[in-house]
Every structure is written in C-alpha cells, then in structure tokens.
C-alpha cells in the first residue's frame, strides 16, 4: 500500500522497522546465524558458514523483485534463498550446498516478522512511557480543575480534570502491561524444518534451534510454531484493546476541543482552504488507528485455524497484517504522546461550562439533599419546575430555593452550596490517587 | 506496509494502480483540470491554468518526502498544494494565488483515490472475465464428469463436476454484477470545497464540478460527498462477497487437490525444501484474501459515521483499506483465472473415489426405492446392515442385494443400476445448463 | 442471547420475526408446502399431504427442546422432522413415508431464515420510509436555516441545516435502493435435496422446486445454493452500508445535541439518576447499530468460503448473524424515524453559534476576496492578525476591517456582509434541492 | 435472537447463564448486596435493607417486558429499578426511598454483566480441563503413532500423531491461562455513580464499594469504569485467540476425518436424509465460533472509544456481543471437550496413507543424504526423476535407489531405512515430550 495513501497508519520509524530492507534483513540474519550456529557444532565447515555471512550483505539485494517472484512461488524464501545461494557459490562453489540447510519457507520469513515485531515493541515502548508521563502530570496539575462529566454527550454533575485524565492513564498503564506481555510471548524463533521435527537437521535439530535463537536475541519456544499462530493472535488482540483505549482518550480531547466547549485544545494542524482552522490532527491519527486496527485483528484471529502443518492462505494473510497493526497502534502512541505532552487546559472555561448549564447538573444532588425532607413525590415536583426554569434561561439552583417547601427543608448555607462543584465530587480525589500512583 | 510483507496481497499491476506515483499523479490530474476548468470560464487566467499544467509532472513530486509532511498536517494535500505553488511561482508569480482555487484537502485525495479505483477495476474486469470464461468451459467440458458431492467434508451422492464448475460459475458472475454496479456507483468526482458548498467558487461552483468531473472522466454526483462514504463502504462491500466466493472456489480445488483426493490439481509452486512438493499457490493467494478482506471490510463500515461536514480520523483511515481491499480482490481473481485456466482434471480418479466408498454414498437411493416397498422401519434396518458391512471393507450394494427381502423389492435390473452414479444426477445438468447459459 | 442483554438491537416486530415460532412456522410452512406441491404433482397421495398439513400447527412444536437436540444432530431439521413424523404417523401411519421427501435438512432451515428475512423487509421498508418523508420535511423547513458546518469537528463556514438534512436524505435513499436489490436477490428458495442435484425426486426436482417457491412465495433461483452464500453476504453487507449511514446521521444529531451546542435535540430518554437528563436514546440504538454492525458482516463474509456441497462450521455460524444483522438494521430504522419526526431544530441557536465563533469562520471568505487585491503574502498577514484578535475575545471582522489596507480593499458595502451567513452559502441549495427531488 | 437460529452456538448451561432470569438476578442481587451494605454502614435503616431483600425474588419480574420498557428509556435498569420500588413501596413506603441509593443505570447492568461472566468462567474452566486432559492422553497413546504431516495441504515428511496432539495441547494451554487472566481481570464489581465519584454517596463511596464488591463475590476496582471498557475488550480478545486455536483443531480433525483421508474420526451426528453419513458434527460447533467471533470481537474493539464518562451506542452494543462471544468460546469447548475424549484414531491407516504416497514425501530426506555426496545438481536429478516415476503410479524409493549413482552413494542398509517413517522424525519425540510435559 501506498505511504500516501496509509500514510498516517504508521510513523518514519515504524516504516523503517517494516521496510523491505528491514525484512530482508531479519531473513538473511537469520540464514548467516543459522549457518554459524551449524558451524559451531560442527555441522558444517566454518568457510562455508563465513561464506554465507559474507555473501548476506542486505543492500546486495532487490526487495521489490524478490516480492514479484514471490507472487509464483507462494514465498518470500525461495527466491531470496535462490540470491543468496547464487552469491554464496559464486564466491565460494562448495559453500551453496550449506545455505538454508535445515529449515523451511517459513522458519525464515516468521523469524524475520518476529524480528521486526521486536524491534517494534521498543519504539511502541518509549512512545508509551512518554504518554503515560505525560497523564500522570497532567492529572497531578488538574487534581482540583472541576469539569462538567458528560454522560450520553450530556452534561452531569462535576468530576475533575485530574479524574478524568486518570482514568486514561489507568486503562493506558493496564493496556501497557498486556503488550508487554503479549509481545514477551511473541519473541520466539521460528525453527521448525519442513514440518516441525527438524528432521533434516538429524538429531542436532533442537540445539540448532536454541543456539540460533540465542543468536538472534530470541526465545526458543517449546516447540516449532508454524501452524500455531496464537502468539501472533494474542498480539494482535492486545494491540486492538490498546488502540481502543488510545481511540477513548482522542475521542475526549476532540470532543472537549469543539470551540463550542473550548476547554482544552491540541496544537494540531491546519486546513487547505480555512486559515482560521486549528485541527485535532493528532487525535485524528488515534482515531484512525481505532477505527482500522478491529477489524485488522478480526482478519488475524480469522486465519487462525490453519491447516495441519502450515496453513494455506490464512498463513499467508498474516505477516502484513501484524505488521499493520503493530504500526497503527504506533502512530496512535506517538500522536497522542505529542498531543498529551502539549495539551492546553482551561480550567476557567470548564468552570464557566458548568454554569452554562444553568446548574442543572446539580438536580441529582439536589435529590439527594431533598428526598429525606420532603419524599420522593414532592421532590420530584419541585426539581422538575426549577429544571423547567433552567430550561428557559433561568437557574436551577435560584428557581429551586425560591421554592417555600426547599426554604424551609434546607439549612441556610446548603442554597449556596447546591451549585458548589467542589462541594459534589464524592470520592474523585480518591479513585484519582489510586489510579496514578499505581505503578506501571 | 512492505511489499515483502503484503505481497501476496496484490499484483504488479495493482502496486502500479496504487503506487505513491499513481496517487500524486490523481492529485496533480485534479489541480490540472480544475485550473483548465476555471479558465475555460473565465475565472481564472488562461496563463495561470497553464503555468500550472506545466508545473505539474508527477517526477518532480516526492511521494516519501509528501507522505512524511502529511503525518504534521493531517492530510496530504496540504504538502503536495506547497510544493505545487511553489513550483507554479517560480514559473509565473501571479499564477501561484489560483492554485487549488475553490477546492479543500479533501477533494484532492479523494478524487485522486476514485481515479486509482477506476483504473483497478478495468484490471479486476479483465481478469473477471478470464474467471468466468474458464469456468464456463470446464463446465461444458465436464458436463458429463460424476464425482462425489461432500457435504461437512464427508462423501454424499454424485454430482458432476460440470455443475460444480457452474455453481462457482452463476456466483462469480453474481458477484460480477454486484461490483460493476458498485463501481459504477463510486466513479464520482468530489469537489466541494471547505464545507460542502463550493462557497469560495461564488456562483460557478455546480459548473466547476461538472466541467472537472468531465475533465477525469468521473460522473459528477448529486453534491459533494466529504461525509457520505456509502458508495466507498458499498465498493468495499461488494469486495469482500466477491472475495469470498473466490474464496469458496480455492478452497473446493485446494481440497480437491489434496493427494488423498487427487481429483483436480492446479500447477501451483513449489518448496524450498521438499522436491516432491506442488503446492497450490493459486488458491493460496485467494484464500489469503478470502481470509483478510472481511475485516477490512468491516474497518471501512466501522468508520462510515463520520461527524458533520468532515470526519475525524474514521476518514483518515479509509483510503489505504480501500485500497488493501481492492487490491487483494484482484490478486485473488488473477491467481485464479490462472489457476482455472490451466486447472488439470481427473474424471477416471473422481469415478474411483466414488468406488472407494464401497458405494455407501448410494444409501440414500437404496433407501427412497426401498421405503415404498418395504416400509420405512424394514428399509432402516436392511439398509443399516449394508452399512455397516460396507464400513468393514464390504461393498454396500452387494450387501444390500444379498439380503432376500431386498432382492424380492428390487426389479432385476435395479440393482445393477444402484451404484450408477449417471442413474442417480437428478436434475444436476438442468441446473447446470441454467446456470452456464445466464449472461454475464 | 438475552432480550434484556441485547434488547437495543432489536424492536419488538423484529423480535416477533426472528422468534423460534416464527423459524418454526417457516419450517413447518417449507414441509407442507413441499408435500402439497407433491401431491399435486401425483408425486405422494393427497391423503398424506393433507395428514402433514393437519400435524403441523407451530404451536404444537418446542422450540427450545428442539433447539437442545439440534445440538447434538447440528442440524435444527432433524429434530423437527422426527417430531412431525411422529405426529403425522400417529394421524396417518402410510402418510409419514411422505414427510420431508426428497429434501435435506438445509434446504428447510435456509428456507425458514429467508421467509424471516423477507417478513423483516416489510418491516424495515415501513420505517425507511419513515425516515426518508421525515428527512425530506425537515430539509425543505430548513432550507433557510443556517448553521455552522464543522470539519474535523471545528467550526468551519456555514451550510444550511436543510443542505445538511439532505446529505442524510441522499445516503438513506441511496442504501434504500441497494438494500432492496440485495433482499430481492435473497428471496429465493432452498430446495436441493442432499447434495443439490435433487436426485432423490427423480426427474421431477425442478418442478417441484418451482411449485414449492410459488407456494411460499418466493423466487425459484437458477440451481439450489446450499454452500454459495453470496446473496446472502450481499444482504449482510447492504445493510452494514446502511447502519453506517444510519450511525452518521445518528452521531451528527447527537453531537449537535450536546448541551453546549444545542441546535437540535430528540425527545430521548431519561436517567435513573439524573433528574435534569435527556439522552438521545434514539441515536443510541442507532450508533449501537453502527457499531455491532461491521463486525457481523465481517463474520458472515469469513464464512462465505463453505466446503463443496455444503460448508462446515461456516455454514452453522451464519443464520444467528444474518438475523442479529438484520434487527439491528431494523431497530436503528425504526429509532431514527421516531428521532427525526419529532426532531427539534432551534435555527436562532444555530445563527448564534455562528457569531459566537467571533465570525472566524469567515476567513475562507475574506482571504479569497482579499488575495486578488492585496496579495497572498499580505491576505495572509492581515488575516492571522484578525484570527488572533478573535481568538482573545474579538471580533474577527471587526479587527480585519479596522487595518487600513483592508478598509481600501474591499468596496464598502463588502464588510457588513463579510460576517452574512446567507452571503456566503455557494450552491447549497442547488445541491440540497438535487438530493431531495431525487426520486426515492 | 432465536435460539434455533444460533442455538449451535452455546450450551444449555451458557443458555442458562446468560438468560433473561440470570441477568435478572444479578441486577436484583446488585441492588440488595448495595441496600445491605448501606445498612450495616448505617446510612440506610436496616428495615429498608431488609425490604429490599425481600421484594426481590427474580421471579416476580418480567424481563422480556423490561426489555420492551428498556427500549424506550434506553436502558434496562430504570424499568427493574421501578418495578422493584413499587414492590420494596408496597411492603414498607418509606423503604422505596431507599432503592438504588447512590447507583447509576449502568452500575446495575455492568455489575449483572460481570456477574454472569464470573458464572460462565467455571464453565469453561470444567470444559477447558476435559480438552487439556483428552489431549494429553491423546498424545501420550500416540507417540509413536507415524503419520503424514500435510503442509499447503499436501502431503510431506512424516510426525507423529503424538506431536500433532502436543500442538494442540500447547497453543490450548496457552489460551487457558490468556483467558483466566482475562477473567480475572474483568471481575470487578461496577459502583460510580452517575459520574463515577460517587458523590450522591458523600464520603462514604468508597466504602459501599468495597463492600458490595465483597458481597457479590468480585473485586474492586481502583476506580469506577464506566467508560473504561479495556478488561472487557481484553476478555474478548482473549476468547477470540482462544476460538481460533480451538478451531484449528477442529479443522485439522475434520480434514483427517475425510472418508479419503480416514485417519480419525469423531463419533459425530447424522443426516437427514442420507443414512450412511456420519458428520463431523462436533467440529461444525467449533468451527462455527471460530468463524463468528472475530467479527464479535471486532465490534467490541470497534466500541471502546466510549465518549467522556459514558459512551453513546458504543456501550449499548457491548453486554449481547461480550455474552455471544463466551457462549461461543464455550460451545466450542464442549464440543471439542466430547470430540477428543471419544476420538477413534487409526494408526494403520495413518502408515498406509504415508505409503500410498509412493514414498515421495522421503524426497526431502533423499536430497539431504544424497547432496553430500553427488552433489547439489547430480541430486535434484535423480531426485526428480524417482519423483517423475512416483507421479506415474512407482515408488519413489524403488524408482531412485535403481538408479547406479545412489546405488553406490548410499550404505547397504539405507535403501531400505529410506522409506521408514520412524527414521525421519527428527525432534519430533523432545517437541512432543515438551509441550506435554509443561504445567498447565
């Protein structure tokens, strides 16, 4: 797919961990190790493994044709090990019988995929660790910053700023703990032969296999993999929970960033046509993530009955796939470590928003206050003429203490209190310290 | 994403269609001709419009460069219309102020994503035409050709390969339609400047847009689209049913190709480590589509309510699925008409299998000829037994015979004629010829 | 799934359609159909056609107990047909040969869901018509009314409401017309016997197949579908496409109904809590639509590719979607079409939300009237300065026309009509009257 | 949705867990746990408490007439709330004050939600341990039980029987502990409030909450999570990774169990029509969820982005797709749980289907014996052509070792060694052992 047209699904340092050269790389990384862990358990000669090395430089090869052969042949393998067995015997004829021995198709083009889903995850990581920063400081500078709460797009009574960012830090931190867990699982070599025995390989198969992932700075699972692909599943999944949640918090900074709301704002981008037009560019990038990603998992979690030994065609669907995923979920991180890092807040306008509401947002407490004085049915009434009143300009508050029945049944100071934000919070404060000071 | 990753995903022909290159030239097509539009009514200078045509040349636009700019500005329009102006300037000053006049972000990348989609779909035609016109011939050709039907995977009674050929045939050609109409449907310009109305253009704004539709040989749609994404979703839609009807297709060869079965074979590629091996690498790449365009589907339906006059980040992420999804739809049709074009097919092996049955598969005849004559709970249990004797390595037919009461119910020269698979095809050559003689 | 864990993603009509006793009552209707058109056909005896007729009252059936079987048997048919056999033998012992002749369990359970399916489109066309009158009263009543439009959700220059409620007409009407074609499509009956061959009816399959669809009335198609779904993907996705459009409008309303825009608002729905609450329930269940949606059709397309003659699993996952699919539909139709009649528009609000932005939404304007005046670089110049005036509590086109080179530039009626909404609309209403009188 | 519509895909227990009455119950038991704890904190007369409790026996309610109220008010709880005050009214009026203190909507139906997934997880655990046990006992019988592996679906080197159940028995217990995990997370008791402060319950929210979490049997959360949704998206997510395995193994049974095949079989379901089927009724369940949860989980992910402190639509399309999806999950299950306990395998036949290869899936072994010694090119010749004569109905074996070249590479004895399964496993006994071995 186009860099222009998907070209906010990824970021300059996910392309690159995703490139053709990044993938061919992580092959032939794979084809020296493998040949120099052979070598070093005496399975083939050293010149031949130096040969393979030597003959493995990345730049030596053509991405763009090796995809095209690899439309007839069903592989990336096969015409990348046909280059390189070619290079290897042009410099050393004995050494080509020793490239790829032992392994399949697969075992390299999944190691190379893993290999870049490694490097991924460090990228994702810092990007991570930027939002979760910046939320922290954000809610610690907003623990007292009273806000409308909105329910069904709707106004209710006050939370704080400080709340509501940590909430987001909360999901972000429990999402940041399943990613890591699910890309630990993932980094895994694949090394299985033509059928998961490595029979080829004799009886050295399962040494070969720990000593090239030892090379390549992976895990030696249990078993070979290829048909099982519920690793790669669980990464996917993880990454769609995450970009839902990141999708959460762009939705709210876009909506609270309406002109007509006003009560933060991200520096953003601009328009084409409108010079007036600050845009929530960053959040649109989260968003767009959180719109792509489910269904990218769906096609994942789809493919994974695959059949017997190795799977046809849902194997095939997968690697860019994961690779789509992993970068969204990316550029979702790195656009809103930006927008959280230099998000502006307003405390007086989400003041100011509350009153617009006529402090009917107050009627729950109100209820609450008035219920044990006058029952439920004469509260209901006298609510329901003050919300009336706030309906047609009026106050909520000022129509409901000139009621005689609310003179009488509140005590002199509650009237004033009634539309006092910092007065109705109930426990903000204490979900907000729990929710932040967990560590992550 | 990378071509290695993807690259089953698409063809070289689609990777042109969708290339950075194909993109910005849609893009500079659209400034072009809305600059030759204003002038040829005398909006704008003729001068202008040609300064710039004349700036315009794709090769000197960087695809990379715009698609890195674009993740700042939210849009690639933004750094394509800069550089443009840019190089307008240095040509002629005054030209440089009626660059994109009238227009917005939108109707540059959205317009240009129509004009790649309307170029990919003569390629998809083409080798739709390829699908259905080898499926009309193996059909013909296999009208006569008895093989066993298997539903759940397990043997029913005989069918022909003629109307197995011809049911992939009626829903392919179905499918056909389907995507015509939707294409047709989603062949429109989009021109409505900043919010829909054309307002910058004054008056001109209906005549502006009829004369660029006409200029990029699109339809002009009722009014702008910016936030109606039906007739994408549609396009997309109609994909994903095609996909898995060719799906359907791979996956009955892939399983009719299994060595066990051996009754079709396509030519298919081969293994990097197994010499023995043909793989079927055509219904691989259909399948893999098949598997991955259901959730992309669901991406581009997912994103469809988009707010008010511009969507944030539901459209951001549309365009590159768009593309995934069409272009996985034309590897798949081109891996089959390639494999239906040079299908093998072995009517004397699918005559065998049914043999191999122990002609079990007729016990649904033995038991309607049966019924009438020996009653429901007599037919049960003679027909039980031939059963059983026929899973034990016996032959269900001359069990069945065997037993007296069935020899007496049976006229002499039915029993001969029970396990005839031509004797028991019902109306499967009406449906057949019903299905092949629709046109396309 | 529980009606009150799903209850939203339905109506009561809909529920009533998509019961166990209305899948019962297209069951039993398929077997006395089936023995009718036999009968007359001098295929079975009239006696035995009328015994299973008379032992076919739904209300003698369980749902639930059948449905337990099925779990066992896979298939919902076999349970049922024991039971009417039972109850057609104890009526008439010879008549029970005659129960289900010549078809297969899918041929009765397909057919069942497609009589659901096409007593639902009754259903939803009421509504869709609803809908459509309703959008095309509030276009034409607010044909004059101007609001903001909104990009990227800020505030951008102005539209017309009634261009607004026209955009949604066209979307509606358009996913009208693909909804009907893929429900026509999809009105055909299953009738295939075992393995679509109908071989078990002799010669007469056809024949019965077309008297067994007029009996019910629906179409005969080409040859029996049994595992090509396509018509019924097709119907799946046409109404994904629908709910998106149902959920744009739905999103568009809500948001606009936000306390701080407040320029429409539905009747909606209260809290349990909130005394001053009203929700917009209605475009709840609708964006609920919009959300459950996509992710269905993604599911009924992976199934598509279903196993030569009749699918494994694939099929078995397929009538609960279509149902969930098409009650969704159904219920954001019928949610939406109470919101839109009784649709509260508020244009004073709407103009005062235009001026509220301190007229920055007319920068567009003033740059295009400027630059051919004054110039890019100093168009540009003065009308930052003007944005940043407006932006600290200004007016920004009191501050542009206070520059003196503006004062010069512009004639001296232009500044009074800069900030005029109506002045500054292009073709919206050429192109909200073509949306409109397009014939539904 | 009708339970003959999607009665495949759960259980009469699941059917049970997630029935009207159950989430009935939940929601009443909310309500009671919350009077009570308020008593016994003395915020409310224990009198009410105990009338609470008394008036909410779930058979008093009707919840298909909740849910047709729910569908007005938009929610399920304000119709249960209101029934239960007039209950709680009738008994003692001055207790009807004192129901659903403090609680918002949502608290009840999300706490009823997770109610019922808690009942559900102990389901699934019992089924999932059934699965386990089955496969492991599987593999151990048959460790030495040779058999072709199949890649691409075509045949290939041989495995063992063993490791293929070790496969399976890996990537399920890998599941098992993703979804306990999930499970355990999403067990958290819902208390917010309308806001999620709790701040109708003044000091003493977080309090009530701690309680009512310990009187329903779940844990507290750090915070409310209205909005919040990611635990329930991770336990979709996580069942969705977990259908997908299972419906591997489905598929690999289904395969195997191909009457051309015939390696194992399922004891499985019959036919309607046709008596000497038996179908693989059991992995058709399986299959089924593996086929309709991805797009479940899909809409799940697709909802998270829930607007500021309760979500619109999103959240109303969740609690039927959560429910469907561990129905799903545990269906398959339970299917699978009876498929592998009572799976017959043939061992004979699994040897019979490797000879009747023509002994060409040994090609590979051949060419790694062979290259030492004649050479890469000298190999692929004689190579291909025993292949050219296994493809014409020799033995590859027979065809290569006649050739004068091998004859003299290869030892005495390893003509015959080259076509023995057991002598070309490879790993496959330290994989299998392996996988086993590891604790659950």
Known sequence: VSGLLDGLGTTDALINVFSDRSILDGM??????????????GLIPNEAAEAIASSAAVDEFDGAAIARDARASGTITIPLVK?????????????AAFVHRGATSQDVSDTALILCVVRAQVILRKDHDRVTAALRNLSDAHAASVMLARTLLQPAPPITFGLKAAGWFGAVSRCGERVRTAFAEASVVQFG???????????????????????LGLRAPEAPWHAHRDRLGFLAAACGVYTGVL????????LLMQQEVAEVSESGGGSSTMPHKRNPSGCAIALAAATRVPGLVSSVL?????????????WHAEAGTIAAIVQATGAALNALAHVLESLQVDPQRMRANIAATGDVVFAERAKVLLTEKLGADATARVIASAIESA??????????????????ALELDEPTSLRDPEAYLGSAEQFRSRLIQKPQ
């Open 83 to 95: 280059r390189l067995t070619s290079r290897v015997a042009a410099r050393d004829q004995a050494a």
């Open 28 to 41: 032939l990384r794979f084809e020296v190790a493998l040949a120099r862990v052979q070598a070093s358990l």
């Open 247 to 254: 999708g959460k918090i762009a939705r709210d900074i876009s």
């Open 193 to 215: 032969g033509a059928v998961g025995t490595l029979a080829a390989s004799g009886t050295h198969g399962d040494e070969i296999a720990t000593g090239l992932a030892r090379e």
């Open 302 to 314: 789809s493919g994974m009955p695959q059949e017997h030994e190795r799977g046809l065609g849902n």
């Open 391 to 408: 309906r047609h300009g009026g106050n909520f508050v000022d129509a409901l203490i000139q009621q005689p029945s609310v003179a009488t």
